[in-house]
């Protein structure tokens, strides 16, 4: 354990699995205070809110607003700041998937997406923002995605989310350019969380094979493709990405994509 981040304050939205919560493990490993935020079955929620809080030492806190209602995010942003003090850090990580070809694609799919990967971090950004500048410090870090570069057929929605948060995270970074806080994105490339693993279950489903069986060919067939390092990129090795960006070393990243994705996007 450091204490790198002791006295900073950390809001993760969509932390309640996957990278989120590995974001809110690596921070309080650091010393940071935490509000996790994200949807869950409750017991399970308070379980990991209090293991965190007792590995690290730390204070850690849960806010379930839902990113789709701009009101809830501000209240989530005030009652962290209410409750932690102040927030210093904020990751948006929250994010939907939805595959579907164009032709097919929901609108309602489509609206949901932009919801949450791109409308939810610009109100929590807008909500911090006057605080960071006060104390002239600050952290705002996006998880966008490979996908923020290139794109694969059935990703339309996501792929233009990802696309859309990298230009905003280059925005903030040159409107905040002569301040102490820094935006910037990571941009992973395939992870094994709910979100790969939906997938994986599709996948067995529609080849009538045992999700051992699709793993397997998920990696064979895919991986290669995405992620020339054959094996899925762990949430620790994502978290690591977001401890630098926090460190007073990180700053001067700004409105920078940092990716750890396997060399999908150096293929
Ligand atoms: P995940 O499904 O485990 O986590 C998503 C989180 O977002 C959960 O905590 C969920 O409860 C929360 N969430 C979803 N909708 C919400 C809403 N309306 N309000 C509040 N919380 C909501 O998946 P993950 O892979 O950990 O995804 C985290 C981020 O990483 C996403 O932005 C995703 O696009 C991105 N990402 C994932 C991968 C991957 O391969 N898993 C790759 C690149 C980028």
Same mark, same amino acid.
């Given at each position: ?9 950390? =809001? ?17 490993? @650091? ?16 379980? =990991? ?10 204070? $850690? ?15 989530? &942003? ?28 929901? &609108?309602?799919?489509?609206?949901? =997406? ?13 909500? $911090?923002?006057?605080?960071?500048? @006060? ?36 925005? &903030? ?35 009538? &094979? ?58």
């Amino acid at each position: 354990m450091g204490d790198m981040l002791t006295g900073r304050t950390a =809001l993760i939205t969509g932390s309640t699995s996957g990278i989120g919560a590995a974001y809110a493990r690596a921070l309080a490993n @650091e010393g940071a205070a935490i509000m996790l935020n994200g949807f869950g079955d409750s017991g399970e929620i308070e379980t =990991l809110r209090a293991g965190i809080a007792d590995e690290y030492g730390v204070t $850690v806190l849960y806010n379930g607003a839902d990113m789709t209602k701009p009101n809830e995010i501000r209240g989530m &942003v005030k009652d962290a700041t209410d409750r932690l003090g102040k927030v210093d850090i904020l990751i948006n990580n929250a994010g939907l998937q939805h595959r579907d070809m164009v032709d097919d694609f929901p &609108v309602e799919k489509w609206d949901a =997406l932009f919801d949450v990967n791109v409308k939810a971090p610009f109100i929590a950004t807008q909500a $911090v923002l006057p605080q960071m500048r @006060e104390r002239d410090w600050g952290r705002i870090i996006n998880t966008a995605s490979a996908n923020a570069f290139i794109t694969s057929p059935g990703t339309s929605a996501y792929t233009a989310t990802k696309h859309a948060i990298m230009g905003f995270t280059k925005s &903030v970074a040159l409107e905040t350019i002569e301040t102490g806080i820094t935006c910037n994105a990571i941009c992973p490339g395939t992870v094994r969380t709910n979100m790969s693993e939906h997938r994986i279950e599709a996948f067995a489903a529609e080849k009538g &094979v045992s999700k051992e069986e699709a793993l397997d060919a998920y990696i064979d067939r895919k991986l290669p493709y995405h992620q020339p390092m054959r094996r899925f990129i762990t949430v620790e090795e994502i978290a690591a990405g977001a401890v630098y960006l926090c460190s007073d070393a990180g700053a001067a990243m700004r409105g920078a994509a940092f990716t750890i994705d396997g060399g999908w996007t150096a293929r």
